[in-house]
Nanobody
Framework: QVQLVESGGGLVQAGGSLRLSCAAS????????MGWFRQAPGKEREFVAV????????TYADSVKGRFTISRSNAKNTAYLQMNSLRPEDTAVYYC?????????????????WGQGTQVTVSS
């Protein structure tokens, strides 16, 4: 069992930065791939980024590539999403998710555990 708690969301102007954190409880964090997803009002939940259990491999959605960076600290049981050059279209509730599967999934159904989400609002 893994419990995930996101933090770090807020209101920021376009061009600004935010760093999201995802704190995990349980012993399986270090063996779980960690993903970030987001969901805007009226839209489906979409993939943002994923990092392998070791931190050695990452994948990003094209829409955030070059602007967002996913990282993790297995010592702290925490995953991060550094978001730079934010745009109004990045406004959404951001969720972290964990999977012990082999594949670094880029779809929501590839994840077992989810946090409650944190709101990110980017004003123009």
């Amino acid at each position: 069992q893994v419990q995930l708690v996101e933090s770090g969301g807020g209101l920021v102007q376009a061009g600004g930065s935010l760093r999201l954190s995802c704190a995990a409880s349980g012993r399986t964090f270090s063996s779980s791939h960690m993903g970030w997803f987001r969901q805007a009002p009226g839209k489906e939940r979409e993939f943002v980024a994923v990092i392998s259990w070791s931190g050695g491999s990452t994948t990003y959605a094209d829409s955030v590539k070059g602007r967002f960076t996913i990282s993790r600290s297995n010592a702290k049981n925490t995953a991060y999403l550094q978001m730079n050059s934010l745009r109004p279209e990045d406004t959404a509730v951001y969720y972290c998710a964990a999977t012990r599967g082999v594949i670094m999934a880029t779809t929501p159904n590839g994840y077992t555990y989810w946090g409650q989400g944190t709101q990110v609002t980017v004003s123009s």
